[in-house]
């Protein structure tokens, strides 16, 4: 069935909603083998986003580690992060389907402002969802948003954050499907979302085949990204399903893996959820007893959900991709380590993929790719604070 990975997947949405889903699917159909709309990506993604980003051979680091590791570096995409691949392709599609009106959810204000980046540049109006208490502790992103002229709506419902304004923006979908496209920011959600953000950000796979074959002349033997909802996993590990390359998505184990009625203590979702349904999917989620989501934790911002991407869920139980969590402490390590060793600070997110090689370089073999996700000037308050002692 289309729009099932095995399991998972699936359109679990309100009827009322079918019909702008149906539009969606057609839109991208048609739009994803038009010849101008490819040429029209290409030159933003080149142009505008800086693609293609460098596959860097991290010398000194593999010295360090006894193993060859290239970072794909995502981090230098306009924007310091791989959102844009998804953000750029979906508002051309948007504006391809006529729409004049695009919604986006947000958490920590990153996807938020990838949309905003992608809306100000085509010329389209965008408005962004946002929890409250996210609200509150982004203020930066939130002024970067309304800069690039995009509208932040608070989100006062549930737990004011990430979650709930993905169900606002569902909400405001439902009733204005007519001129408004629903930007979804990962490989989460109903049909046909997780397969249009994966074949957006697969281009991020796609070069780095091209790049390891040309200076390596072999496929690595390991590549490892770090997992949301899983856009930047999926996007570099898409293009070597097929191949003979393991495969890993590291999730965020937070301050540790305790797990009580009211909230994660972590956001692994893969390693540790059960099958439920969240945002219009059947994929694995962080629940308790009654099915009722938990509220994640993580350092990273951008790693802080319930859920992950059907396809990954599926990806993870037929035993193609493996599965590891980093925690708080760890990843903050990494996050110096490449720092000083490389002249790079990466995100906090990506930090959790560079720990895990960090920690385990000898089981994943010679030649390791890392997805360096996005970059850590986002991150630098935050662990300027925790270098104080404060909470974070
Ligand atoms: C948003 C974000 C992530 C997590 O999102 P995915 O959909 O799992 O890729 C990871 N890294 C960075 C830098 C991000 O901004």
Redesign the pocket.
């Known amino acids: 069935m289309k729009g099932k990975f095995g399991r998972y997947g699936g359109q679990f949405v309100p009827e009322i909603l079918m019909p702008a889903i149906e539009e969606l699917i057609e839109g991208y159909e048609r739009y994803k083998a038009d010849q101008k709309f490819t040429k029209e990506l290409n030159f933003y993604s080149r142009e505008f986003a800086g693609r293609p980003t460098p596959l860097y051979h991290a010398k000194r680091l593999s010295e360090a580690y006894g193993a060859k590791i290239y970072l794909k570096r995502e981090d230098l995409v306009h924007g310091g992060?791989?959102?844009l691949n998804n953000t750029l392709g979906q508002a051309l599609l948007a504006k391809y389907m006529g729409k004049e009106r695009i919604i986006a959810e947000t958490g920590a204000g990153?996807?938020g402002t990838a949309t905003a980046m992608a809306g100000a540049m085509l010329g389209i109006k965008i408005e962004v969802y946002m929890g409250s208490k996210d609200m509150e502790r982004q203020r930066m992103n939130v002024y970067r948003m309304e800069l690039l002229g995009a509208k932040v709506i608070p989100v006062e419902s549930g737990s004011k954050t990430l979650k709930d304004a993905i169900n606002e923006a569902l909400r405001d979908w439902v009733s204005n499907v007519e001129d408004t496209y629903y930007l979804i920011?990962?490989?989460v959600g109903p049909h046909p979302y997780p397969e249009i953000v994966r074949d957006f950000q697969s281009v991020i796979g796609k070069e780095t085949k091209e790049q390891i074959l040309k200076c390596e002349k072999r496929l690595p033997d390991s590549i490892v990204a770090?997992?949301?909802?899983?856009?930047?996993?999926i996007g570099i590990f898409y293009p070597f399903i097929e191949d003979d390359v393991k495969l890993f998505a590291i999730e965020a184990g937070g301050e540790s893996l305790k797990k009580t009625d009211k909230v994660a203590y972590h956001s692994a979702s893969l390693c540790q959820g059960e099958e439920g349904i969240l945002h219009g999917a059947r994929t694995k989620i962080l629940q308790n007893e009654y099915g009722q989501i938990l509220e994640s934790h993580s350092i990273a911002a951008?790693?802080d959900y319930s859920g992950v991407g059907p396809e990954l869920s599926h990806l993870s139980e037929i035993g193609r991709i493996n599965s590891g969590n980093i925690c708080d402490n760890d990843a903050l390590e990494a996050f110096y380590e490449l720092s000083r060793k490389k002249g790079i600070i990466p995100?906090l997110?990506?930090s959790h993929a560079v720990s895990y090689v960090l920690k385990h370089a000898k089981e994943l073999g010679d030649l390791i790719v890392i997805n360096l996700?996005?970059r850590g000037d986002k991150d630098v308050e935050i662990v300027a604070r925790l270098n104080r002692g404060d909470k974070a």
């Open positions: 992060a791989h959102k990153q996807h920011g990962s490989i770090c997992t949301g909802g899983g856009s930047n996993s951008g790693l995100a997110e990506s996700s996005g």
